[in-house]
């Protein structure tokens, strides 16, 4: 496998064209940090005596008939990416970046904000992050969360002041969060639609590392890159939708290992190479 790699890698390095190295990340790079996956039966919000799964509860729907718990999950959620650290994954990728500099480019599923914690700027966060809020009515700007407003204990209510500060300045609707909820589509403006298929088109190489493939952008990214003859490598821990896409093609290769330990190797690989 690792001679295989070793071939491809340096091949996608000496072309002229379609030679850039993306990366895809989503959950699994981020749970050797401590966070579970949205998904995961971890990632199960319970409020009262209400058990509430992903799909139904993070939608606008539900946000519209339910902010303030919903922002409650979110400032939640806020507390617990700020308590956690960029693991030894996020820091390869971020080594990785500084060898390949300009024709790196890291598209990701996570909100945590671990990649950027680690270093990495070249990011493409097609979910959206946690960090930023826009107008539940389309208003159109896309503001920084509030200073004041900091992460909660999973039983802590909004304050008056908290609410105030999480409505439209235009037209007075709640706030929300700026990421992908399960009933919305992906666009340019918040989730980087065209940028990061135009990346899967001119990659040479595309890893995929902790994510299953559930959502249609990233088996979008992955097909765009197969279809310009661009190889696909699966770093994960089992099979998955990417793993079904790419079986009887010829241009992929399927690592079963930790993220990180197949980090060190293309790491290795790049430096041998540089
Ligand atoms: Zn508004």
Known sequence: MEEHLSEIISQVYNKNKRNLFAFLTGAGISADSGIPTYRGVDGIWIKGTKFHKPEEFGTLKYFK?????????????????????????????????????????????????????????????????????KCSNGCKEIM????????????????????????????????????????????????????????????????????SGATNLPIAIAETTLKYGGTIVDINTEDNHFTELIKNKKNKIIIRDTSTQALRTIKKIIENIN
């Open 65 to 133: 008939e339910n902010p303030e718990e919903v922002w409650q999950y979110s400032l939640f959620r806020k507390k617990m990416f700020e308590n956690a650290n960029p693991n030894e994954s996020h820091q390869e990728i971020f080594t990785i970046e500084n060898l390949l500099k300009d024709r790196f480019h890291l598209i990701t599923q996570n909100i945590d904000n671990l990649h950027r914690r680690a270093g990495s700027s070249r990011i493409y966060e097609i979910h959206g992050n946690n960090r930023e809020i």
């Open 144 to 211: 920084h969360l509030p200073v004041e407003i900091k992460g909660k204990n999973i039983d802590e209510e909004l304050t008056e002041k908290e609410i105030n500060l999480l409505k439209c300045s235009e037209c007075g609707s709640w706030m929300r969060p700026n990421i992908l909820w399960f009933d919305e589509r992906y666009d340019e403006k918040t989730n980087k639609i065209f940028s990061s298929l135009k990346i899967a088109k001119n990659s040479g190489i595309l890893f995929i590392i902790g994510t």
